[in-house]
T-cell receptor, first 115, second 112 residues
Framework: AQTVTQSQPEMSVQEAETVTLSCTYDTSESNYYLFWYKQPPSRQMILVIRQEAYKQQNATENRFSVNFQKAAKSFSLKISDSQLGDTAMYFCAFMRGTSYDKVIFGPGTSLSVIP | ETGVTQTPRHLVMGMTNKKSLKCEQHLGHNAMYWYKQSAKKPLELMFVYSLEERVENNSVPSRFSPECPNSSHLFLHLHTLQPEDSALYLC???????????FGPGTRLTVL
């Protein structure tokens, strides 16, 4: 069975600084997708970034980038130039490479951006 | 309305009540999901519907009953719930092949 672990329940970062959120997963699958979702306080969960396991290149979306280490089964999220609006719960998620399949979420990391 | 909407946003019910949660997606997607989000626990997938047919049921208690009358609407019927069922219930949708899920704002359920 697949599992997703986020070892940092809470983190904080100064505004404009860089922070890295860690995520590890366990699977025997070779074809899968990894995601980072963001859930701001009292607001809807939205996708931050997606990584296909077959791609070696790390995904990047503006200030958000990932460090995908397939052999180590690690998928960390780096947020550069942190902004107050980045304050949220961040969930790492795993999905097998088939449609409608189960998406497994990690327990989440609560990130606070301090002015 | 755009995206994924859920009603009601807040619900308080007694253990003997029957209520329903509603989800509607305005994105033209063909799959819809119910999740349970409890404090201090990971998001739990409850049900998945693809093209209006249920494809995943993670051993959810029968006091939760889903219904998907068409690809845009999803319901979660609740009856004789327990206090431990109090949680945020999230609805999501996706399009086959895209994998990304779009979430609604959730219904905060409190069972007394």
């Amino acid at each position: 069975a697949q599992t997703v672990t986020q070892s940092q329940p809470e983190m904080s970062v100064q505004e404009a600084e860089t922070v890295t959120l860690s995520c590890t997963y366990d699977t025997s699958e070779s074809n899968y997708y990894l995601f980072w979702y963001k859930q701001p306080p009292s607001r809807q969960m939205i996708l931050v970034i997606r990584q296909e396991a077959y791609k070696q290149q790390n995904a990047t979306e503006n200030r958000f980038s990932v460090n995908f280490q397939k052999a180590a089964k690690s998928f960390s999220l780096k947020i550069s130039d942190s902004q107050l609006g980045d304050t949220a719960m961040y969930f790492c998620a795993f999905m097998r490479g088939t449609s409608y399949d189960k998406v497994i979420f990690g327990p989440g990391t609560s990130l606070s951006v301090i002015p | 309305e755009t995206g994924v909407t859920q009603t009601p946003r807040h619900l308080v019910m007694g253990m003997t009540n029957k209520k329903s949660l509603k989800c509607e997606q305005h994105l033209g997607h063909n799959a819809m999901y119910w999740y349970k989000q409890s404090a201090k626990k990971p998001l739990e997938l409850m049900f998945v519907y693809s093209l209006e047919e249920r494809v995943e049921n993670n051993s959810v208690p029968s006091r939760f009953s889903p219904e998907c009358p068409n690809s845009s609407h999803l319901f979660l019927h609740l009856h004789t719930l327990q206090p431990e069922d109090s949680a945020l219930y999230l609805c999501a949708s996706s399009q086959d092949g895209a994998y990304e899920q779009f979430f609604g704002p959730g219904t905060r359920l409190t069972v007394l």
